[in-house]
C-alpha cells in the first residue's frame, strides 16, 4: 500500500498547531482536528477554524464539549514524588500556593478512602486518605515527571455521574459552534444514553439533527452503562487510564463495540501533552491498532518543533502495525436487525474480498450504514466510499479503513464506476494491475426513485472491466 493509512489520525489544535507554517506542513498527514472547549467558545476557536478551512476545507473539525471538567487550580507546577503526602483542597479559583494541591471540586468530601485520582497530562495519580469538608488528605501512588502541571485536568470514578443533562454552557458552546461552523460533535464524560439523548434533543431543536456525536467514556461507573449508551451514540471513546482498562479486558471491550458497527477510539496510556513518541507508546500501538482501533488521538501539542516529528511518526508506527493485522475468524454479524438484507450483502461482500484476494472496495452509500459496517469487519483492504451527504461525508473521514469523497446529486452508478477506477489508481499510486479484483458495493433495503441505476449488492470485476 503506497498511499493509505487505515487508522485515522485526529490532532488536537494549540496555538502551536494553529499557526499557518506549522499547519501547512501536517495538514495532510492528519485526518481531523479536536478542538477542546475547557474555556469556552472563543475567537481564538474561531481563528483555528479560519487557518484549517483556508489550508483545506475537507478537513473535519471535532468540537469537544467541556462537561464535568475538574481542574488543578494550583498555577505553578507542584514537585512530588511516589509516597508523599499531601493536603487537597477545594478552590474555585487559581491559587498561587505550592503547599497544597489545589482542585476545583466541591465534593472532595464525598470522596471514599481509597478512591483514586489522577491528573491526566502529568500522569500523576493520588489516593484518598481521607477527607473532611473543603480537604482531602492524600497519598502520591503513581507518577511520570514527578510534577503536576498547573491546571491539569483530574479524572475519577463516579464524579458527579448522576448529571445526564446537557449543562447551560454546553448549550452555550454548541450554539457558537453551530453558528460559526459544525461538523461533528464530543461528549465530555458521557455518563449514560439519557446523557447522549440530552444533546441529540438540543441539536435536533437547532436544525443539527444529523450531527455525528461522539462518548466519551472516561470511568468504570460510566463505562457499566456502555450497552445503553452504544444504542444511541454514534462513537465510543475509551479514556483506558482512568478505566484501568488492559491486555484481555480492553480487546474484550473494543470487540464489543465493534460487533455493534460502532467505530471506537481509545486513547493512549501516556496523555501528557507534547511527548515524543517512545518505546512505552510504540508497544501500546502495537497491541491496540491490531485490534483495528479507527483513529488515534494526539494530544495538544505545546512545543512547536515537536509537532511534525511526532505525528510523521505516529503514521510509521500505524502504517506497521497495519500490515501484520490480526487475522480475524470470519463469522455472520450475530444480532438480529432491522437491515437483515443490508447485512446479508455486507457480510458476503466482506467474504468475498478475503477468499478472491479482492485489491480494493468501490462503496455508495446515503446514510454512512453500508460503508460503515463493512469497516467494522476490519477488511485488509481500502474501502473508497462516495456518499452525498455532508454528514456522512464528516462521519466517513473517520473510519476505519475508508477513503472518502464527496460528490454531486447527480452522481449515478456510471459516474461510480469511472471515478472509482480513477480514485484506485491514485491510491495505489497506480501499482495496480489489470487482471486485479474490485469489489462494487451498495447496501439498502430499497432505493430510492432517483437512485434506481444503484445496485443493490455486489459486483466483481477485473481491474480492466470496470
Known sequence: MNNFRFTKIIAGVSPILAKETVLSKIINMVDAFRITLSKGFDDNNKKYIDTLMKLDNSKTVILETKGIDVRIKNIWNISVKKGEKWT?????????????????????????????????????SFKVLSTNEDTAEVEIVEVWKW??????????????????????????????????????????????????????????SNNAKEMKIFAKIENDTWLKRLDEILEIADWIILVIDSLWLEGEKLVETIHHIKKEWKPVLVTTIQTEYSQPIDKTLWKQIQELWKEAIDWVMLETFLVEEEVFDTIEKTGELLNDCELKLNPRELKRFEKEWDFEVRDYIIYNAFRSAEELWVKTAICFTENWYTASRFSSLAPKIPVITFTQS?????YLSLVWGVKWYKISQSFNYENLKKIGKEMVRMIFKWNISLDDKIIILQADETISPDKNDMINGQELYNFKNI
Open 88 to 124: 487537597a483542597e477545594y478552590s474555585e479559583y487559581a491559587q498561587e500556593g505550592n503547599n497544597k494541591i489545589y482542585i476545583d471540586y466541591a465534593e472532595l468530601w464525598e470522596l471514599s478512602e481509597g478512591s483514586i485520582l489522577k491528573c491526566t497530562q502529568s500522569n500523576v
Open 147 to 204: 510534577e503536576i502541571i498547573q491546571y491539569d485536568r483530574v479524572l475519577f470514578d463516579g464524579q458527579s455521574s448522576n448529571i445526564e443533562e446537557i449543562t447551560d454552557r454546553d448549550k452555550k458552546d454548541i450554539l457558537w459552534w453551530l453558528e460559526y461552523w459544525a461538523h461533528v460533535l464530543w461528549i465530555s464524560c458521557c455518563n449514560s444514553a439519557a446523557h447522549v439523548e440530552s444533546f441529540k434533543e438540543f441539536l435536533d
Open 390 to 394: 455532508k454528514e456522512t461525508y464528516r
